[in-house]
């Protein structure tokens, strides 16, 4: 929806209402959909840091950074929340321009939703309503009616009961909700309505999928930055060492997968991932490639492929370290046995056909390297990142292992 921003400086602007990105399956930033190509999160110096001295090896593995928008809240007579961008205030591309169409009504823009505040919540959290919900996904996934919306949404480990089973394969995937009604009401309590906050704009990498099946890993054996408290610092490496982060260099932080079978997608949260033993790890991988039929082993190949790849361009980064970051793979739920393009380990960059398969690395806030604009004076590490290729190589050797049988 295209409405008009109140703010003095961007009056008869045309602003745009932001809304949770329906496929956020881990990570506790709240991203949010801006237009069908494109989603936006809280700007963190850092991050924006690394998205502007990118190193071109590494671009085809990143989202491609769109520029910085300006956001506010807004409540209306009602109470209602919601956080508007406007579109060419401090909007900009690491060359100084954006796409246009940002700020053009021709746009996709996604229909609006109002964010109710609960007066009767004990906790005065914001509440989503449902059938808020289920348009949100229509309009994400046009014509498709995947997901049910009847689990209700609890703050602890949403989707899985004490006795391990899984009722989340008949509801939406909660967890994006999540992060942005955290969010907002974050927001609601720092913030005056109309008080510009700085996101940053993101290719929405799923967009070109129709049912897409992610996989949310939170690489390295250390998550905590330099800038760390020791409190902090003592609460990341008890994580580490209490899941796979500490043995193999990967956990889990999230998943949907859609299951042919039932309709729906299958969904796990960092909880479920946290308690894996490094054999449920390896069950787990196979999981996120069952259709709820059978194995997708065809994705094998070009998955590993392109995780090789990656791991050829993270072994030539001097002094980085990407701690806290997360790697997606990615392939859709719907098989496209006529696509051309059946064992390409690449995403496609044109043509109608989606990508088979791909893997993106996400969420920098965390991430040092030498010449950083936001930290001129890092801690200084040499070589490249062992914590983040120790979870590679042992990505690599699980899916093989798969691909062999084992």
Excluded at 213 to 226: A, E, N, S, V
Aim: charged share 20%.
């Amino acid at each position: 929806m295209v409405g008009q921003s109140p703010l003095g400086p961007g009056e008869g602007r045309a602003a745009v209402l932001l809304q949770p990105f329906v496929h956020q399956v881990g990570g506790h930033t709240s991203m949010l959909t801006y237009d069908e190509h494109t989603v936006c999160k809280p700007l963190v110096s850092q991050e924006l840091s690394f998205y502007e001295s990118l190193p071109l090896a590494m671009r085809q593995f990143t989202p491609q950074y769109k520029g910085i928008v300006s956001v506010h809240l807004k409540k209306d007579s009602l109470g209602n929340l919601t956080l508007m961008a406007s579109p060419g205030l401090g909007q900009q591309d690491s060359c100084g321009r954006l796409d246009s169409a940002g700020g053009d009504a021709a746009v996709t823009l996604w229909h609006k939703c109002k964010w109710a505040a609960s007066a009767s919540s004990e906790h005065g959290l914001v509440k989503w309503s449902h059938t808020q919900v289920t348009k949100a996904f229509k309009d994400s996934c046009p014509g498709k009616m995947l997901l049910r919306t009847d689990l209700q949404y609890h703050t602890d480990s949403l989707l899985e009961d004490a006795n391990g089973k899984q009722p989340e394969r008949k509801s939406y995937n909660p967890w994006g909700l999540h992060c942005h009604r955290q969010h907002l009401n974050r927001m609601s309590s720092k913030h005056n309505e109309n008080k510009l906050q700085q996101f940053l704009l993101l290719e929405n990498v799923v967009s070109k999928y129709s049912y897409p099946c992610i996989l949310d890993l939170k690489m390295g054996t250390r998550q905590h930055g330099d800038d760390a408290s020791e409190e902090k610092k003592a609460r990341h490496i008890k994580k580490c060492e209490q899941s796979t982060s500490a043995s193999l260099g990967v956990r889990i932080c999230g998943m949907q997968v859609y299951q042919a079978d039932t309709g729906h997608f299958l969904c796990k949260d960092k909880y479920y991932g946290r308690k894996l033993s490094p054999e449920g790890f390896r069950q787990t991988l196979r999981q996120f490639l069952c259709n709820g039929n059978q194995l997708r082993t065809d994705l094998l190949e070009p998955i590993i492929l392109r995780l090789k790849a990656l791991l050829s361009v993270i072994r030539k980064q001097s002094s980085y370290r990407f701690y806290s970051s997360s790697l997606l793979i990615i392939y859709d739920g719907q098989e496209h046995k006529e696509s051309a393009d059946h064992h390409l380990p690449f995403p496609k960059t044109h043509g109608t056909n989606p990508s088979r398969v791909d893997v993106r690395m996400i969420d920098f806030a965390h991430t040092t390297f030498k010449g950083s604009k936001s930290n001129p004076n890092p801690t200084p590490h040499d070589g490249p990142d062992h914590g983040y290729i120790f979870g590679l190589e042992n990505l690599i050797k699980i899916l093989q292992n798969l691909s062999e049988g084992k």
